[in-house]
């Protein structure tokens, strides 16, 4: 599977941003996909997840009810919508593609990584 991220930039606080992460293969719709971010000087964290049926979606605390993710399979296509935007959800952010045995919140339980697109939420 291979990831390209897109949809960062800068984006006022209070304002709203959809992140995109378009993926290629044929295997895509089987796969849980989730999203991290890394602001400057901290570890890689989780942001959210989805099943592969898009049936299930998991979040991280901080995020919840601010963020909704979601997945078009016919488009290969899974999506972060982010309301409400704080300067600390600033970072860049990675959409991956989960492996079979990992835990859904580290990343070690992903194997495959896009690029990372960059926003930044200003006050």
């Known amino acids: 599977v291979q990831l390209q991220a897109s949809g960062g930039g800068l984006v006022q606080a209070g304002g709203s941003l959809r992140l995109s992460c378009a993926a290629s293969?044929?295997?895509?719709?089987?796969?849980?996909m989730g999203w991290f971010r890394q602001a400057p000087g901290k570890e890689r964290a989780f942001v959210a997840a989805?099943?592969?049926?898009?049936?299930?979606?998991f979040y991280a605390n901080s995020v919840k009810g601010r963020f909704a993710i979601s997945r078009d399979n016919a488009k290969n296509t899974v999506y972060l919508q982010m309301n409400n935007l704080k300067s600390e959800d600033t970072a860049v952010y990675y959409c991956?593609?989960?492996?079979?045995?990992?835990?859904?919140?580290?990343?070690?339980?992903?194997?495959?990584w896009g690029q990372g697109t960059e926003f930044t939420v200003s006050s």
């Open positions: 293969g044929r295997t895509f719709s089987s796969v849980v």
């Open positions: 989805i099943s592969a049926s898009g049936g299930g979606t």
């Open positions: 991956a593609a989960k492996n079979f045995g990992g835990s859904l919140y580290h990343t070690a339980g992903y194997d495959y």
